[in-house]
């Protein structure tokens, strides 16, 4: 085992940043970095390392740290490359790790304009790499180009008025030579969109709005004009699949969030999944998950690729669970809905019909009074990673069992102000909770669940060691992948709103996991 | 209008727990008090006029991280976390409005033009001075250097000109050369990016970066108060470095 420790250290100490589209493509050639996002384009954010395993994880402790200077939610989602993690910090800050050592290499700032309009604090989820640049969406809705071994601002270019209600805080995909990103802004009724742009010079080569204008299909989903205050943000990174060249992103709550009755219709294509050429930005296909949303479930996680069986047959996936409630199994090609079923406790549909959509149960809308509603705001899941392993053939999801008092209340549109019509109280008659919930790919059904004492809203990650790590409050934790027993856990001493990932630097396994106001690095002696 | 925006103005001051004291003073005593304690407090790094030396240059009409008054007097306040800008504690409110006029009133100054071909200056700057093998403008580059993209801002033109004849006298805050001789490895050198007790990280010339564990090293020279970067006293006319000097004066945020 030294020996063998030894063997690695110096091909590891020289590392020349440079990840060109075919190295993201070919993640799996790789297992020790971690390159996109989820780690590669399928969403499932499995790393296929596996030298911490079910057999070692008890041993598992900190190996470094790094704290931020500055308070807010921590969500990054780091990349580890050629010996470097990169990672995003409130309120706008890069920074380049030596990956072996924990000690920063450079560290880029962006003065942030004081009349930020958000909702949810100065979050960031991360970066994309291509070559050897970084990009990342600023809060005040800029895409930002740095030069990766140095921190060099290379390009600057806004992408939308961040005084309309417009931010960035879900980190860009890169796709060939292309940056692909949404943008966040659905409680302040602005017109979504998803971007893409040359990853050289920064000049946008399409937009794909995610509410049709008048006179393009799906317009007439919105009563007179709402569409142009629709919302229908794309606040998290979607996944591609390159055998298809599809792109597959989510996209949020109609706007206002819990007044449908100034928004008549389907709404489209708000909590919709959206397949788009990442050429062009052309639509191929998308699958509405909550036609007319009045809960403000948005459907922006991060959709995961995966195959699975049906009547004998291997079908090509796209696999998500929504935060309505609902696990949906979709044709990957066509958009076409395969399976469905509610994952978590859920009494506003009758299920879903034949096409996947819901049947609503009449009457279970907001009300001025007030109507008990499960899920809650927060739904059964929300934009926190689901994952997927491919050696237990399992979705892993970190669900709330919870509901909500949701009312209705007037909206009225100013730009840059809040346009909610309405809100959610919390129902005291159960307590809630949470679970770690196992899901067969195919069909939704129950595997195992590990309960928690109450939900929490962080993400999980699956590797090759047998593993599925994930976060409760303060605590991170790794599960039995096969049957949910707990293996080991830490107390972080701070909330934990992010998604893990894991790398190899030296010929050593790392698990990261962002908590309270510090990046925390596990591994074994 | 003007009645309702202050009031805006005001609740969003009042809002972010800052109090509506961004009106500067603006008496002849007050920017005399104000140049006064630039000279104590500030010169040693911004230069006696403002003109920059180890800190920015503030003899300009935007200041990129106090766009406005409110935010000046929370930088001489508190200082710029990651920066060598230290706050100005033992300052009192009054002095510290007193200096955030003063340094306002360098931005009103109208500079004097400089001289130079700006355009010939770029071509120099891409072909006989072979500066962007180590420097960098707006991405496109070298990594070895400092980035220039914003260096007119930050840099006066006498400065320049100095760094350019003499490179060892203005070599930046922290930059260091390094080589290290690893245990039975090849030797490496480069600028050092980081160090502490236990480890140091390097990056050479082609932008390629370093760690290594210093129980892993034989050695470690340091090489102080040495820049790279080759002196172009004599290899550059005086009009050739009057135009370059111009080139790089011209270089600005782009907004």
Redesign the interface.
């Known amino acids: 085992m030294r020996t063998w420790v030894w063997l690695f250290v110096p091909a590891a100490m020289l590392a020349q940043v440079n990840v060109p589209y075919e190295r993201i493509r070919d993640a799996n050639q790789e297992p020790g970095s971690w390159l996109t996002y989820s780690r590669d384009y399928s969403g499932r954010r499995y790393s296929p390392l596996d030298q911490i395993n079910a057999g070692n994880v008890s041993r598992l402790h900190l190996a470094w740290m790094r704290q931020v200077d500055e308070t807010d939610t921590f969500e990054t989602s780091p990349i580890a490359v050629d010996g470097t993690l990169f990672i995003t910090e409130p309120p706008n800050i890069v920074e380049a790790l030596d990956a072996a050592t924990g000690r920063p290499l450079w560290r880029y700032r962006k003065e942030l304009p004081n009349d930020l309009r958000l909702c949810c604090g100065k979050v960031n989820r991360g970066l994309a790499i291509l070559g050897n640049t970084l990009y990342y969406a600023s809060t005040d809705a800029h895409l930002i180009a740095l030069d990766a071994r140095t921190g060099v601002l290379r390009w600057d270019v806004t992408m939308a008025d961040y005084k309309n209600g417009y931010s960035g805080t879900g980190a860009p995909l890169a796709v060939k030579d292309k940056i692909i990103t949404g943008m966040a802004g659905g409680e302040f009724g602005v017109r979504g969109f998803i971007d893409g742009y040359d990853a050289k010079t920064g000049k946008r080569i399409w937009r794909f709005n995610t509410i049709p204008a008048k006179g393009e299909p799906g317009n007439e989903t919105w009563e007179g004009e709402s569409w142009k205050t629709g919302s229908a943000t794309a606040w998290v990174t979607g996944a591609y699949d390159p055998e298809s060249n599809t792109v597959y992103w989510g996209t949020g709550n109609p706007g206002p969030d819990w007044n449908g009755d100034v928004r008549k219709g389907d709404n489209l294509y708000s909590d919709s999944l959206i397949a788009l050429d990442p050429d062009t930005g052309a639509k191929k296909w998308h699958f509405q998950y909550t036609p007319h949303d009045v809960n403000d479930w948005d459907s922006t996680q991060t959709p995961i690729l995966a195959e699975g069986t049906v009547a004998g047959e291997v079908r090509k996936m796209v696999v998500l669970a929504n935060r309505n409630g609902f696990y949906y199994a979709l044709d990957r090609l066509t958009g076409k809905f395969i399976a469905g079923r509610p994952y978590v406790k859920q009494t506003w549909a009758n299920g879903l019909d034949e096409s996947g959509r819901p049947m609503r149960v009449p009457d279970a809308e907001p009300t001025v009074e007030g109507k008990l509603i499960w899920p809650s705001l927060g739904g059964g899941s929300n934009w926190y990673s689901s994952t997927y392993s491919p050696k237990t053939d399992l979705y892993y999801v970190n669900v709330k069992e919870e509901a909500g008092i949701y009312h209705k209340g007037d909206a009225e549109y100013r730009a840059g102000a809040f346009f909610n019509g309405g809100g959610q109280r919390s129902y005291k008659g159960e307590d809630p909770y949470g679970a770690v919930r196992a899901l067969e790919v195919a069909t939704g059904r129950l595997r195992w669940e590990y309960k928690f004492h109450r939900p929490s809203h962080a993400g999980l990650m699956t590797t090759s060691g047998g593993l599925v790590f994930g976060s409760n409050l303060s605590s991170f934790f790794a599960l039995d992948a096969q049957n949910g027993n707990l293996l080991w856990r830490f107390e972080t001493g701070g909330g934990i709103d992010a998604n893990p990932i894991s790398y190899m630097s030296q010929g050593k396994q790392y698990i990261v996991i962002p908590a309270g106001h510090a990046l925390l690095v596990f591994g074994l002696d | 209008m003007k009645l309702a925006l202050s009031l805006i103005v005001s609740s969003?001051a009042l809002a972010?727990g800052m109090e509506p004291k961004a009106k500067l003073p603006n008496s002849r005593a007050d920017l005399l008090r104000g140049e006064k304690l630039f000279q104590v407090h500030c010169s040693l790094c911004h230069g006696p006029k403002g003109e920059g030396a180890r800190g920015p240059m503030l003899t300009r009409v935007k200041l990129?991280?106090a766009p406005d008054d409110?935010?000046l007097l929370k930088i001489l306040e508190d200082g710029i976390?990651?920066t060598e800008m230290p706050g100005a504690n033992a300052l009192s409110d009054r002095e510290l409005r007193q200096t955030a006029a003063y340094v306002r009133s360098l931005g009103k100054v109208a500079l004097k033009p400089v001289p130079g071909d700006v355009r010939r200056g770029a071509e120099i700057y891409l072909g006989k001075g072979g500066c962007a093998a180590c420097h960098?403008v707006?991405?496109e580059g070298g990594?070895a250097g400092p980035?220039l993209?914003s260096i007119g801002e930050s840099r006066s033109s006498a400065f320049l000109r100095e760094s350019i004849v003499n490179p060892g006298a203005a070599v930046p805050e922290g930059f260091l050369l390094v080589t290290v001789v690893?245990n039975g490895?090849p030797r490496v050198t480069g600028m050092r990016?980081?160090e502490?007790s236990?480890?140091i990280?390097l990056?050479d010339a082609?932008?390629?970066?370093?760690?290594?564990?210093k129980k892993?090293l034989a050695q470690i020279e340091k090489e102080r108060g040495k820049s790279p970067m080759p002196s172009y006293q004599g290899q550059l006319a005086d009009a050739e470095l009057t135009d370059l000097v111009a080139y790089l004066v011209s270089l600005k945020e782009s907004k």
């Open positions: 969003i972010s990129t991280r409110a935010a976390r990651g960098s707006r991405g990594v980035d993209s690893p490895g990016v980081n502490d236990f480890s990280q990056r082609a932008g390629r970066s370093y760690s290594f564990w892993d």
